[in-house]
């Protein structure tokens, strides 16, 4: 059985790394491989018999993820209704979220009121209080969970920042069922036709909602009320980038959200509570034994809370192993701890094929059986202490290359935050806070709230040490199947020999290093940022990132969200420069996001004064044309701006913009900002020599103020990539720009289509040019390319 459901979950994993979907009739060769196994016995040795079970199984889950997917992306937006008005009616299906702007919530579409058009059931809808231009929007509406609205909407299908390293959004908007995404258009037909829509699931999210709207007043202005919220309903939206990156540090995010152990606890005290008060009745007992009542009890308070939870997959997995303890308990049988988990991890795949896409899936499951692999069929019964630090020595280490694989990096004061904060979370704030939701109970809020900040005060102290985290490049394949067999084999038993060689097994992991050019090769990598601009130029022994891509909000921005993670996956721990060409948000939004998150030697830049990232602590130096200097074998030089040009107070930031050209022995790259004509004369004028290139960041993502006709000849580029954003409001990049380089036959590439475009240039060999969305297909992105 157990190796059945493992080949089954291996199945739906597989699907879920197809460029497309297979076609559905090659089911019919399971029931052949079905029949070869019913075979007589005497006609198959046992092994090929077991082996076709496995490999129906294996085909089964790979044809039913498929058959789900399939059925699910044909709920999808035309794209000749993107960017349309189109009205609608519907309930809002999920708990808002406050966003700056507005509000962003999940929403069940009832009717389709435009005729002819066609709109999936369930999307995504943002609110806002103000338009692009500050104006404030006096008919925003302001919704609540369970209510039907009619709305006016423009709509887009879910499409999102393709980058290595970084997280799949669209993958998560599939899972969630959010097939497409939009905002709700200012208008006067916009109105609430009910207040509140009597469905459990509608029910659900306005308790939800109406626990946070009561931790948002108790706790107004309170810095951990985001946590508190997390905890509770499992609304993690509240919680600032800098408190998670103190969280990640010391690897205990897993508790800052409804985790298994927080079920299990509750569970487990309704369980104890219940059992001790009906023992207590005679009455009671005669009518049910109080070992049944009390599992009904456990398994009734697991499910509450992880509907509370929002289902999130680690408190779906405990929830169901809790299920099937509580049956098993029912009826009297026993049943193997891995049963149990592997019952709770075909569930959760049936439920959701999508999961095993999320690092989530993984380190919940990986953590139960690295306990249940450390702990069982061990002889003897040790000391509860002793047991609880193998138990979290095997969940450290078993996890450590998954860490790494998914975050790059790896908190090694993971176990000493462990060992006071799971007890003072799950044990003290949490019920603290749950208890504290019940109207008339602000003191235990506050008093969650204290704990939770003594909580932190700890943790920070344990961020500074020295060597707190341990930052690695995402490993390969065979290295982390051979850290993963080598944390197994140290967690065998005592007595097993030489379980020494499992910590060599782990060495490569942790101490293969990344993939670096040569000297004299040049590696340019242009980001997927949406409209703005992030490129990393690398060279055998230096790094530089020009440009920082957007901000977003007021907590999220392109630095901590692409740049960052895209850094640590390639082993950059260090940046030697970082320029930020000029001003606008699209360039240098994420600067202090970087800045804050990774070393950097100097920063060029034409930014003014004020701006918050000269406040970084890093050298300031201002970008003048005529600056050059050398890194392994490869030569940078600024080509623009003029000195004279910062006494120009009537200027653009965009005609201040840096300009970098990039040359080695096998190709050059020109980075252009966002200059536009009258800066490209006078680059023609001064320095024409320097401009032509093997690879062009197009001037302006496109703009028809940029690429001059004289300019696009001049440099004549063999590659050209339009950094742009999807549906993007500025129609960039525009239709003639676009046939202008076409015309010079350079090769055009677009990061809302490709994602990140790598262009790696060696010596004595033609430049390598590859698009993440082409080198990592996978077939939900075929409806939003």
Known sequence: MRGSILAFVAGVWLLQQQALLPDL??????????????????????????GLLLGTLFGAGFLFAAAVAGQRMQDALPPTWEGMDIALSGVVASLPVNTEHGQRFEFDVEQVITPGAHVPRHIQLNTYTTAFNGKPLPNAPRVHAGERWRFTVRLRRPHANANPHVFDLEAWFLERNLRAIGNVRDSADNRRLRVFVMRPGYAVEAVREAIALRI???????????????????????????????????????????????????????????????????????RLPARRAAVLAGAFTALLYVLLAGFAVPAQRTLYMLLVVAVALWSGRVIAPTRVLLWALLVVVLLD??????????????????????????????????????????????????LLLLFSQ?????????????????????PLALAGSVPGMDWLLH?????????????????????????????????????????????????????????????????????????????????????????????????????????????????????VPYLRGEGVTRLDGLIVSHDDNDHSGGALSVLREVPAGWLASSLPATHPALSAGVRNLRCVAGQHWQWDGVNFAVLHPTQASYDNARLKDNNRGCVLKVAAAGGSALLSADIEARDEAELLASVPEQLPTTLLVAPHHGSRTSSTPDFVAAVHPAVTVFTVGYRNRFG????????????????????????????????????????????RQRYWQAGVR
């Open 25 to 50: 009739a090659w089911a019919w060769g399971l029931p052949l491989l079905a029949t070869a196994y019913w075979l007589p016995r005497h006609r198959l040795p046992g092994a090929i018999r077991r």
């Open 410 to 430: 790896l908190s090694l004061v993971s176990p000493l935050a462990n060992a006071f904060a799971i007890p003072l979370v799950s044990f003290g704030v949490t």
């Open 447 to 563: 008093a969650a709230h204290w704990l939770m900040a003594g909580c932190v005060w700890v943790l920070d102290w344990l961020a500074r040490l020295p060597l707190a985290l341990w930052q690695q490049p995402e490993p390969r394949a065979a290295a982390m199947m051979l850290a993963l067999l080598g944390a197994l084999w140290l967690l065998l038993p005592r007595g097993f020999p030489a379980r020494w060689l499992g910590a060599l097994l782990i060495l490569p992991a942790l101490l293969t290093p990344a993939p670096h050019p040569a000297p004299g090769a040049l590696w340019v990598t242009v980001l997927d940022v949406g409209q703005g601009l992030a490129v990393l130029v690398r060279t055998a022994h230096h790094a530089l990132l020009f440009d920082t891509g957007p901000r977003y909000t007021a907590e999220s921005d392109s630095g901590s969200r692409i740049i």
């Open 216 to 286: 948002d007043r108790v706790l107004a202005g309170e810095p951990y009320a985001g946590v508190l919220k997390a905890l509770v309903i499992g609304d993690q939206s509240a919680i600032p980038p800098v408190q998670w990156a103190l969280y990640q540090r010391t690897g205990i995010t897993h508790l800052i959200s409804i985790s298994g152990l927080h079920v299990t606890m509750l569970s487990g005290l309704a369980f104890a509570l219940v059992y001790w008060l009906w023992r207590r009745s005679v009455r009671l007992t005669l």
């Open 353 to 402: 094929p999508w999961a095993v896409l999320s690092a989530g899936f993984w380190l919940s499951f990986g953590a139960v059986a690295a306990m249940l692999f450390a702990t069982t069929a061990r002889v003897g019964k040790p000391h509860w202490l002793r047991a609880w630090l193998a138990t979290q020595w095997a969940v450290t280490l078993a996890l450590a290359p998954v």
């Open 732 to 775: 960039h990049p525009r239709g003639d720009i676009v046939a202008r380089y076409a015309g010079q036959r350079s090769r055009l590439l677009r990061s809302d289509s490709d994602g990140a475009v790598e262009v790696n240039f060696v010596p004595g060999l033609a430049p390598s040019v590859t698009a993440w969305r082409q080198t």
